[in-house]
């Protein structure tokens, strides 16, 4: 999950829950360059105290639409939304802030875990979804996904070959 995360201008973790991925996130990259959104009001907390230089927001992230105008144009975003199972009055918000947001940037991409043996959702047109790893380990085993924009020859173009931010 946090492959890729050093190469990134700014990690932004979504659904962080109670911090296993975001401790390993922490120690590839510098915290301040951590954005968590984890809508858990508990989790969130433990996670602030867990990571004071990282910015965390206990809200959704379909609520916080400014938050991502901000970060940079290379930010990696780590996701373990249960996207096969968030109600439609939910996914539908969400992947609406989401998807415009790694669009915007050649320099986006998404790691995404699932318990799915397939995508997590449908790659919008423009985009691609490749299966990186398959942890075995996990009951159920889960797989680690990565959306990224595809290049005009089919290629995917990942944070290394996008252009540095400004």
């Known amino acids: 999950m946090a492959a890729g995360a050093t190469q990134a201008d700014c990690v932004l973790e979504v659904g962080a829950g109670t911090g296993a991925i975001t401790r390993v996130l922490a120690q590839r990259v510098p915290v301040s360059k951590l954005v968590i959104i984890e809508p858990n009001q508990s989790w969130a907390a433990g996670l602030r105290a867990q990571f004071p230089r ?3 927001h206990a809200a959704m992230l379909h609520e916080l639409e400014h938050v991502l105008q901000s970060l940079p144009k290379r930010t990696k975003v780590v996701s373990s939304l249960p996207f096969r199972s968030l109600p439609a009055d939910v996914l539908g918000p969400t992947l609406g802030v989401l998807l415009p947001f790694l669009q915007s940037s ?3 991409e998404l790691t995404q875990f699932s318990y799915q043996p397939r995508p997590p959702f449908r790659a919008p047109e423009g985009m691609r979804w490749k299966l990186q790893n398959v942890v075995l380990a996990n009951l159920p085993p889960a797989g680690v996904w990565e959306l990224h924009a595809v290049g005009p020859a089919g ?8 252009s540095p931010a400004p």
């Open 54 to 56: 990282a910015t965390v």
């Open 106 to 108: 050649p320099g986006r």
């Open 155 to 162: 290629g995917a173009i990942s944070p290394q070959t996008a």
